[in-house]
């Protein structure tokens, strides 16, 4: 009997722990509130290097005093709801063990997976989904997409979301109190923010000019933002939901974007951007199918289900509404450009033509840099000299330009406002010192969004001995014979 009795207090003993053992996990199936506006995500069914984003309302886009503030950030009222984001940026192991290869154009385990299209994007966010037993949030069906906001899996945040996350409460143009620095973010250090009005008086700067490493590094290599997000500036872009569209005046909740577009748009700035393309309200485009280098994507969930559905139209459309034949377009200060478009027109037999202006840009290096800045900054329109007679006779437009300032030269802009480019296909080319193509592929889409858009092809420089080569893998890409 003794025995017995024994053995019975110990089975209640051991049952006891088990209690208090289930108890503490239940406790431990909670979001637990930190010192800032995030909560530290403990729900067993959640990632733990996700944290839940309390939802609020912000001022949305920029004032209209923000330096390098762009026209399409008018300052709105949004209100978004609660929602889990990813602490990091999505890493290449992350992308490679779900889909089974790895695009990207740096390799690393620990790198931010890049150069995946949108499209790649949200096949992933389902492909994951379906292997952790989660409701995909998108129904795919090659071009056109729609959303299902009531699905627990995983999704891009819309934009809205991302910019809400990106201040983390701020009204600043970065979420840290200065600019950031080459050491605090990844990015084009040499160009810190506004040092294009400063460049030859650099003491007026908030932050020096500094490291600029070429390449994508580790996530989280950095100091968190307030709410515990990593690499919100820099790095890589981060695809949202939304099509590129006007911002609307009256408040919104909840925003999704336009129900249609021809363009998606993409956050945060890149390795290879200026400061001034990392603030939070920038906003990047690029089309659905196409990727880069320095564009990758950060996850979301769901904090509670949404309700009804988005669903989105892709209005792309190909060239074809003229004979076939082929423009080469191109501004060009220093002759590299010239000498880029002058080797496409040997290897194509295209139409040439050189885009000049009534009022030329000094020939004098330092003063050009000071002419090209302020021409961006207001959004200058200046006249050209010269102009295209029967652009409809052509269905593809190869344009080139210098990458100025880490975008197109005001120039080019007057160039595309001139002409209904609808239906063509746009193939940027571009000379630069060293940023590729910076937001210049931004700009232009931009200007001519309902024109398809090719493989743009960036040279170093003159190109050297390797740009015979390189147009001529170019062109190929682009299935130009």
């Known amino acids: 009997m003794r025995k017995i009795l024994s053995w019975l207090l110990a089975l209640l003993f051991i049952c006891s722990l088990a209690a208090c053992s289930q108890n503490e996990n239940k406790d431990d199936d909670v979001a637990v509130p930190t010192e800032d506006n995030s909560l530290e995500v403990t729900d067993m069914n959640i990632p733990d290097n996700f944290v839940l984003i309390k939802g609020g309302t912000f001022q949305m886009g920029s004032p209209e005093s923000e330096a390098w503030r762009s026209v399409d950030e008018t300052q709105h009222s949004v209100t978004v709801s609660d929602f889990y984001m990813s602490k990091y940026e999505l890493t290449q192991k992350e992308y490679e063990e779900i889909i089974g290869n790895n695009p990207s154009n740096f390799s690393g385990e620990n790198l931010p997976v ?16 379906e292997k952790e037993k989660l409701v995909p949030a998108y129904t795919i069906d090659g071009q056109s997409v729609s959303w299902d906001r009531s699905a627990n899996g ?23 109190e200065n600019s950031p620095s080459a050491e605090e973010a990844n990015y084009y250090g040499h160009y810190p923010y506004e040092i294009e009005d400063n460049y030859f008086s650099q003491g007026n700067l908030q932050v020096q000019p500094g490291e600029y ?26 695809w949202v ?80 509404n003229g004979d ?42 330092n003063t050009v840099l000071d002419e090209a800045q302020r021409d961006q900054k207001a959004q200058a329109r200046p006249e050209l000299a010269s102009h295209v007679e029967n652009m ?37 080319f571009c000379s ?29 420089y003159s190109g050297g001995s390797a ?12 299935n130009i014979n």
């Not at 890049?114 to 989904?129: H, Q, T």
């Not at 999704?155 to 840290?176: D, K």
């Not at 080797?343 to 009022?359: H, K, P, S, Y």
């Open 432 to 460: 630069h010192g060293g940023g590729r193509f910076g937001q210049s592929l931004t700009a232009i889409t931009k200007l001519v969004p309902n024109a398809a858009m090719g493989e743009a092809l960036s040279v170093h």
């Open 241 to 320: 939901w939304d099509y590129y569209g006007e911002y609307p005046t009256e408040e919104q909740t909840d925003p999704t974007g336009p129900t249609s577009g021809t363009l998606r748009v993409y956050r945060g700035g890149g390795w290879n951007d200026f400061a001034k393309n990392m603030r939070s309200a920038y906003r990047a485009t690029l089309e659905q199918n196409k990727g880069s280098f320095n564009i990758g994507i950060r996850l979301v969930r769901n904090a509670s289900p949404g309700t009804g559905s988005v669903s989105g139209a892709d209005l792309q459309t190909i060239g074809g």
């Open 154 to 176: 995983y999704r891009l945040p819309t934009e809205a979301e991302w910019e809400y996350a990106c201040r983390a409460g701020t009204t600043t143009p970065f979420y840290m």
């Open 213 to 238: 490493r070429q390449t994508t590094i580790a996530v989280g290599s950095f100091s968190e933002n307030p709410y515990g997000l990593y690499d919100m500036h820099g790095n890589v872009g981060e």
């Open 324 to 365: 076939g034949k082929i423009l080469i377009a191109y501004f060009s200060w220093g002759g590299n450009t010239k000498g880029i478009a002058e080797e496409i027109q040997r290897q194509t037999g295209a139409d040439l033509f050189e885009i000049t202006m009534v009022n030329p840009y000094s020939s004098d290096y």
């Open 114 to 129: 890049e150069n995946i299209s949108w499209l790649d994007a949200v096949a992933y966010c389902n492909a994951r989904s």
């Open 467 to 478: 740009l015979s080569a390189d147009v001529t893998e170019w062109l190929q890409n682009n």
């Open 392 to 428: 409809e006779q052509y269905d593809i437009v190869m344009i080139g330009y210098p990458n100025w300032w880490a975008s197109i030269p005001m120039p080019v802009a007057s160039f595309l406002e001139e002409y209904d480019f609808a239906g063509k296909t746009m193939i940027p």
